[in-house]
């Protein structure tokens, strides 16, 4: 492999992962414990050397070319040119969404368990959250399409917000269903903000962006970024996608008057660095590695904790751990203190998730292998 996954990005201790040390492990959070492609980060470094930072525009023809070039050859998308929208973010947008698009006290419905940061943005948006739990199967989720359309009946709810793949599960919702969804949305007059943020992570099964299916292009928002494909989530960027004419100058009004000026130029370098053949390398150099760091999480799984189960997962660096039939949430909280190791607890992503932990396994092996072999140890001096 000719890209480095073992050496831990840590030229500046953020407290989040990056810094390694022995005794700790930091397993929340979706970020990635090594450095993005060196393709970006040769090209940050020579905008970096110019020194000169200043007004770049959204309509560049090169950084709206870039991004219908990839949606076409990476993930089978035609995607028109005039149907981009730069923005400062994926919550942003949808943000902007939902205030061009409902009212104060509105419905938007999620599908727990679900992104921690949706709740907080359709509170503080005025909205309200409607939720259309997904059903746990045998180590997968499922669509509750009959509580689904008995949500999308309810005119107050206007907005629906799709993620594929869906976090934290890490699991692509196959094209069948999303053609449920489209043809209840249509029905219904609902608009579906579709988070396609870890679209290019999909590894386990094909990917199908919503626009594409059936009764979908006409009611929907589709959010994606740099954001997990390359490691960039603490940047305020987001590329809006909307087919339809009506809903992308409405979306656009409401982006300005939030106050949208200039596209960062530092993300104009890093797109057209990522949207490339060597950025489409690494990202498949790195779920290859991904796919040994979850070899190697659910043989220790089945070794040391056979009461635990790993959930299915097809895409991305997060895997979903059901505790339930090992203990309780403090006994689980307090076996991975004792571990030293920090994972994000279910009931953070809604009631739906207790008992459940988020893991990140994006990190060198060495840290991983680290992390695994203190829980098993915790759990031993525990007499667990």
Same mark, same amino acid.
């Given at each position: 492999m000719k *890209?480095?996954?073992?050496t831990i990005?840590?030229?500046i201790?953020?407290?989040? !992962?990056?810094d390694?040390?022995?005794?700790?492990t930091?397993m929340a959070?979706?970020?990635l414990?090594?450095k993005?492609?060196?393709?970006i980060?040769?090209?940050l470094?020579?905008l970096?050397?110019?020194?000169?930072?200043?007004?770049?525009?959204?309509a560049d023809?090169?950084?709206?070319n870039a991004?219908?070039?990839?949606?076409k050859?990476?993930r089978?998308?035609?995607?028109?040119?005039?149907w981009?929208?730069?923005?400062?973010?994926?919550l942003?947008?949808?943000?902007?969404?939902?205030?061009?698009?409902?009212?104060?006290?509105?419905?938007?419905?999620?599908?727990p368990?679900? *992104?921690?940061?949706y709740?907080r943005?359709i509170?503080?948006c005025?909205?309200?959250?409607?939720?259309?739990n997904?059903?746990c199967?045998?180590?997968y989720?499922e669509?509750?399409?009959?509580?689904?359309?008995?949500?999308m009946?309810d005119?107050?709810n206007?907005?629906?917000?799709?993620?594929?793949?869906?976090? %934290?599960?890490?699991?692509?919702?196959?094209?069948?269903?999303l053609?449920k969804?489209?043809?209840?949305?249509?029905k219904?007059n609902?608009?579906v903000?579709?988070?396609?943020?870890?679209?290019?992570?999909?590894y386990?099964?094909?990917?199908t962006p919503?626009?594409t299916v059936?009764d979908?292009?006409d009611?929907c928002?589709i959010c994606?970024s740099l954001?997990?494909?390359?490691?960039?989530?603490?940047t305020?960027h987001?590329?809006i996608?909307? %087919?339809?004419?009506e809903?992308?100058?409405?979306?656009?009004?409401q982006?300005d008057s939030?106050?949208?000026?200039?596209?960062?130029?530092?993300?104009r370098a890093?797109?057209?660095?990522a *949207?490339t053949?060597?950025?489409?390398?690494w990202?498949?150099?790195l779920m290859?590695?991904?796919?040994?760091?979850?070899?190697?999480?659910r043989?220790?799984f089945?070794?040391h904790f056979p009461?635990?189960?790993v959930?299915r997962h097809?895409?991305g660096?997060?895997?979903?751990?059901?505790?339930?039939?090992?203990?309780?949430?403090?006994?689980v909280?307090?076996?991975?203190e004792?571990?030293?190791?920090c994972p994000?607890? !279910?009931h953070? *992503?809604?009631?739906?998730?207790? !008992?459940?932990?988020?893991l990140?396994i994006g990190m060198?092996?060495k840290e991983?292998?680290?992390?695994?072999?203190?829980?098993?140890?915790?759990?031993?001096?525990?007499n667990?």
């Amino acid at each position: 492999m000719k *890209y480095d996954f073992e050496t831990i990005a840590d030229s500046i201790d953020y407290g989040f !992962g990056t810094d390694f040390r022995e005794d700790f492990t930091m397993m929340a959070g979706a970020q990635l414990h090594v450095k993005t492609a060196p393709c970006i980060t040769d090209a940050l470094a020579r905008l970096s050397q110019a020194g000169l930072y200043g007004w770049t525009s959204s309509a560049d023809p090169q950084y709206i070319n870039a991004i219908v070039n990839w949606m076409k050859n990476i993930r089978g998308w035609n995607v028109e040119k005039e149907w981009i929208v730069p923005s400062y973010g994926i919550l942003q947008g949808m943000c902007a969404c939902m205030r061009a698009f409902s009212e104060d006290g509105d419905g938007v419905i999620l599908q727990p368990p679900s *992104y921690v940061l949706y709740a907080r943005e359709i509170s503080r948006c005025k909205r309200t959250l409607v939720e259309n739990n997904l059903i746990c199967k045998d180590g997968y989720y499922e669509m509750d399409f009959e509580d689904l359309e008995e949500k999308m009946k309810d005119p107050k709810n206007k907005l629906m917000i799709l993620c594929n793949p869906h976090n %934290p599960l890490m699991d692509v919702w196959p094209e069948e269903d999303l053609e449920k969804v489209a043809a209840l949305a249509k029905k219904y007059n609902v608009i579906v903000m579709a988070d396609e943020i870890f679209a290019e992570h999909a590894y386990g099964a094909e990917m199908t962006p919503y626009a594409t299916v059936k009764d979908a292009a006409d009611h929907c928002v589709i959010c994606t970024s740099l954001g997990k494909a390359f490691n960039f989530t603490g940047t305020s960027h987001s590329n809006i996608i909307i %087919p339809n004419k009506e809903l992308r100058e409405a979306y656009i009004e409401q982006r300005d008057s939030d106050h949208y000026g200039s596209l960062s130029p530092f993300m104009r370098a890093a797109l057209l660095a990522a *949207y490339t053949p060597e950025g489409k390398d690494w990202i498949d150099a790195l779920m290859e590695f991904n796919q040994e760091n979850d070899a190697l999480i659910r043989e220790f799984f089945a070794e040391h904790f056979p009461e635990a189960k790993v959930f299915r997962h097809t895409a991305g660096t997060l895997v979903w751990v059901d505790w339930r039939e090992f203990g309780d949430e403090t006994k689980v909280k307090t076996m991975f203190e004792a571990a030293g190791v920090c994972p994000d607890e !279910g009931h953070k *992503y809604g009631e739906a998730g207790r !008992g459940f932990t988020r893991l990140q396994i994006g990190m060198p092996k060495k840290e991983l292998q680290g992390a695994l072999d203190r829980l098993a140890k915790a759990r031993k001096e525990l007499n667990y």
